[in-house]
């Protein structure tokens, strides 16, 4: 089984056919996958700045 981290391109290019693309562009382009916990359950994303954190967060 590939680790998590191989199906990231996977995640990235599903959200890429299902928001137009200045959405993408603007919210889930430079995301980055940093690491899973909770046995999987839960994933570390490295975002740009604190204003996309904050934004991600909120939504």
Same mark, same amino acid.
């Given at each position: 089984?590939?680790?998590? !981290?191989? +199906? %990231?391109?996977?995640?990235? $290019?599903?959200?890429?056919?299902?928001?137009?693309?200045?959405? +993408? #562009? $603007? %919210?889930? &382009?430079?995301?980055?996958? /940093?690491?899973? &916990?909770? #046995?999987?359950? !839960? /994933?570390?994303?490295?975002?740009? &700045?604190?204003? &996309?954190?904050?934004?991600? !967060? #909120?939504?």
């Amino acid at each position: 089984m590939p680790a998590t !981290k191989d +199906y %990231w391109p996977l995640v990235l $290019a599903n959200l890429k056919d299902r928001v137009t693309t200045d959405n +993408y #562009q $603007a %919210w889930f &382009s430079r995301l980055e996958f /940093i690491k899973t &916990s909770n #046995q999987g359950r !839960k /994933i570390t994303l490295s975002v740009p &700045s604190s204003f &996309s954190k904050n934004t991600s !967060k #909120q939504n």
